[in-house]
């Protein structure tokens, strides 16, 4: 997770709203976060390399019936949009939002065809949350580390698939219990129920 912090002279007036409306708009959960992540996109270069990841991912306004299947299974969460920026969300208060960037490179990486830009992407996905070195590591055996130094010899769109699962399930089993006992995820229950009993 990225440790720089935002300057309070570069934070955008509120009134300022994104042009493409996410869950966090509604539901209030981060809506003074938006800011400090089109910060963070300015310094996208300094911070990580991986352009290709949006700060937030587009969605729309999820239904209760959304909301509440999260809580049925971690699997329902991960496949929707809205569900995985909430949790993104929560990730970031227990400074753990690396683990969901990581996933959502991998998932970005599968989509590539291009040689070159996978050898790119690889790299860039391994300096940023594999390296020993980058302050955004993720938590991962040492068996998974010896499989991927390997696969980086000859890098493909699946080079990341055996950590994937590992951080996919140490989210699954860690932070997933946690984030449907937290202030988070129970506000926006009650906010998404409210408004559709009142409309």
């Known amino acids: 997770m990225s440790r720089h912090e935002t300057s309070p002279t570069t934070v955008q007036p509120a009134s300022n709203h994104r042009p493409n409306a996410c869950c966090f708009c509604w539901c209030c959960c981060c809506s003074c976060s938006w800011n400090e992540d089109r910060e963070r996109a300015w310094r996208v270069s300094r911070d990580t390399k991986l352009e290709t990841i949006p700060n937030c991912e587009a969605c729309t306004k999820p239904t209760p019936e959304e909301v509440r299947g999260w809580a049925q299974s971690f699997d329902k969460l991960m496949k929707s949009p809205a569900g995985r920026n909430v949790f993104r969300e929560f990730l970031r208060t227990e400074y753990s939002e690396e683990n969901m960037l990581f996933w959502l490179a991998c998932e970005e990486l599968k989509t590539e065809c291009n040689k070159h830009t996978i050898d790119e992407k690889a790299r860039m996905i391994y300096e940023d949350y594999i390296s020993i070195l980058s302050p955004k590591e993720v938590s991962l055996d040492s068996r998974v580390r010896e499989v991927i130094n390997r696969k980086m010899q000859e890098p493909s769109s699946h080079t990341f698939d055996d950590a994937q699962l590992q951080i996919y399930t140490l989210m699954h089993r860690d ?25």
């Not at 995820?185 to 408004?195: A, N």
């Open 175 to 199: 932070s997933y219990p946690r984030f449907l006992n937290s202030a988070i995820y129970k506000s926006l229950l009650q906010s998404v129920s409210r408004s559709s009993s009142e409309s």
